[in-house]
């Protein structure tokens, strides 16, 4: 593995040495952490750590990605959340496979306190009070242990102006045969919520501006982006549904509080293939909207609301020529709603599942 650096990283590395695709595992709203003091708490943990053997033996994917949600915070009590945030990634850890993660809701969540707790029939759980502070872990505790505690992560804090936002970065992911050109740059943010509002702000949308424009000037490199909670285009995207890949469509979309522009760069922004959220359990659809997609991952975690089966989704990146595939890897094993996500139709026909899947993808090119 390349070595890392503050502003880009190589995140080439090769399970597979002999492929031309790069595969990318995302686990969203895993939730560990929920009902501690419970039996039910601990073996939901148990489940989702089940959930992510599978999907990792099963693909062998080079890189993961932890879309938010990681941890419920408003359910822990002890002083250090970062414990159950180590367990979530150990599935990843343990296989020598490299990670990144953003931030959701829950992850800094306060504590709330149950109110069966103060009932006649459940009363407060025995606790050890000496371990417990009920305050909730700090972002960019939670970030600043994952980083310094493990080699394999590629999570950044981000800007300091940015704050109270933390992980906002940016990733290079590199060529197998040209270290110095890029194959696609993953952007990720934090979409707030928990400590402060849900939304991206103004300031993130400029800093993606000022480093789109730093690291990818001409816009020839592909981007794709990630965050945890969905901007309020996904609503009038759900609206319709047309064209759109998925197996479950059973709630309504739960957006940011509010729109500050970010949306509007990225539709502008001719490179941008794709944006990937998870926080609604009860979806798992792709749709297509103007140039790009709007894509929510897969509920992976038994943590957190829904009975629905769990998964993850999966991205495969091809190098030469450049497509982006994605598909669902299920619990049991099996796979579906496989698709092309990243070849533009031809001139003057809409952005579809149909024209996706038959088209042929553009020629290749590298950043200059």
């Not at 039910?40 to 489940?47: E, L, V």
């Not at 020839?220 to 064209?243: A, C, L, M, Q």
């Amino acid at each position: 593995m390349a070595a890392r650096s503050d502003d880009l990283c190589t995140t080439r590395t090769r399970r597979r040495p002999e492929a031309n695709n790069f595969k990318i595992a995302l686990f969203a709203d895993l939730h560990f952490g929920e009902e501690s003091w419970t039996e039910w708490g601990p073996r939901q943990d148990s489940n989702s750590l089940r959930v992510m053997s599978i999907v990792l033996d099963k693909e062998e994917p080079d890189f993961v990605i932890y879309l938010g949600d990681v941890i419920t915070a408003n359910n822990i009590m002890i002083k250090n959340a970062s414990l159950y945030w180590d367990a979530a990634v150990s599935p990843t850890r343990d296989r020598g496979i490299p990670w990144s993660t953003v931030f959701g809701n829950h992850d800094d969540a306060p504590f709330e306190w149950p109110l069966e707790w103060f009932s006649q029939i459940t009363g407060i759980p025995q606790l050890r009070y000496e371990e417990c502070s009920f305050r909730g872990t700090t972002r960019l505790d939670l970030m600043n242990n994952e980083i310094k505690q493990n080699t394999l992560s590629y999570s950044k804090i981000g800007p300091k102006t940015l704050w109270p936002s933390v992980s906002n970065y940016v990733l290079k992911l590199s060529s197998s045969t040209d270290s110095e050109a890029a194959v696609v740059f993953f952007y990720f943010f934090d979409s707030g919520g928990g400590s402060y509002p849900q939304v991206i702000s103004n300031s993130q949308v400029k800093w993606f501006q000022q480093k789109s424009k730093e690291v990818n000037p001409d816009s020839r490199v592909p981007e794709i982006i990630f965050w945890h909670i969905p901007s309020k285009t996904f609503k009038k995207v759900d609206k319709g549904k047309k064209n759109c890949i998925g197996s479950i469509f059973l709630e309504d979309v739960a957006a940011q509080e509010a729109e500050m522009g970010m949306m509007r760069v990225v539709e502008e922004r001719p490179s941008v293939k794709a944006v990937f959220v998870g926080h609604n359990h009860g979806l798992d659809w792709c749709c297509p909207y103007k140039k790009l997609w709007l894509c929510f991952a897969r509920h992976t975690g038994y943590g957190g609301y829904g009975n629905w089966s769990r998964g993850a989704r999966i991205l495969e990146i091809n190098e030469k020529p450049f497509s982006l595939k994605t598909w669902i890897r299920m619990e049991d094993g099996h796979l579906h709603t496989s698709t092309l996500v990243a070849v533009p139709p031809a001139e003057g026909q809409p952005l579809s599942a149909t024209t996706i899947s038959t088209l042929a993808p553009p020629a290749f090119s590298n950043a200059a």
